[in-house]
């Protein structure tokens, strides 16, 4: 079966650094696309980042570019994202998800598997 488990969340204050990890199981991530979401309290699940397993191409939304980093462990299957510079509005549940290929688009309707997520709180 397929499984993605994060960790990591945790609250912080603004300016401090979290670094999350996402275990993948279960299907051939090296091979997959891998991305990180957040969706924060009413408002839509949105994208963070992405990464191309096999060639480690990346991509950031303008939000988090320049402060955090998609980055992977292929011979562990597991991906991280190392947030820095933290705002309040980061402040999000954060997802992991993986897709056969990376689609134009960074959507969460485009990703097939989902991890449960991990609470990062940042306090101003």
């Known amino acids: 079966q397929v499984q993605l488990a994060e960790s990591g969340g945790g609250s912080v204050q603004a300016g401090g650094s979290l670094r999350l990890s996402c275990a993948a199981s279960?299907?051939?991530?090296?091979?997959?696309?891998m991305g990180w979401f957040r969706q924060a309290p009413g408002k839509e699940r949105e994208g963070v980042a992405r990464?191309?397993?096999?060639?480690?191409?990346?991509y950031y939304a303008d939000s988090v570019k320049g402060r955090f980093t998609i980055s992977q462990d292929k011979a562990k299957n597991t991906l991280y994202l190392q947030m820095n510079s933290l705002k309040p509005e980061d402040t999000a549940m954060y997802y992991c998800?993986?897709?056969?290929?990376?689609?134009?688009?960074?959507?969460?309707?485009?990703?097939?598997?989902w991890g449960q997520g991990t609470q990062v709180t940042v306090s101003s």
């Open positions: 998800a993986a897709n056969p290929f990376c689609p134009s688009l960074l959507r969460p309707g485009l990703f097939r598997y």
């Open positions: 279960g299907f051939t991530y090296s091979i997959y696309c």
């Open positions: 990464i191309l397993t096999s060639t480690g191409s990346t």
